[in-house]
Nanobody, 117 residues
């Protein structure tokens, strides 16, 4: 079982930056990939960015060039650096871990990101 705790959300003006952190504990050795998903009101949850244990990354088209995912294996922590934020980035952001491939099966509690125009 993997436990995930997010931090770093908040309120920011459009064009600003935030960095989200997600600390993993428990059976973190079993993690193949970690990712950040988001869910805005009335919308489906979507994968924003993901990173594998081999540092392969992928991003949603809407955030390419603005968001960067990275991980610190020594700290079992994954980060999401979000730059040039837009109001449409407003959502609850969830950290998730995948035991195999990109099959996310452990989730954090979520952190709110609000971008004002």
């Amino acid at each position: 079982q993997v436990q995930l705790v997010e931090s770093g959300g908040g309120l920011v003006q459009a064009g600003g930056s935030l960095r989200l952190s997600c600390a993993a504990s428990g059976s973190s050795f079993s993690i193949n990939a970690m990712g950040w998903h988001r869910q805005a009101p009335g919308k489906q949850r979507e994968l924003v960015a993901g990173i594998t244990s081999g540092d392969t990354t992928k991003y949603a088209d809407s955030v390419k060039g603005r968001f960067t995912i990275s991980r610190d294996n020594a700290k079992n922590t994954v980060y999401l650096q979000m730059n040039s934020l837009k109001p449409e980035d407003t959502a609850v952001y969830y950290c998730a871990a995948a035991g195999s491939y990109w099959n996310f099966d452990s989730w954090g509690q979520g952190t709110q990101v609000t971008v004002s125009s």
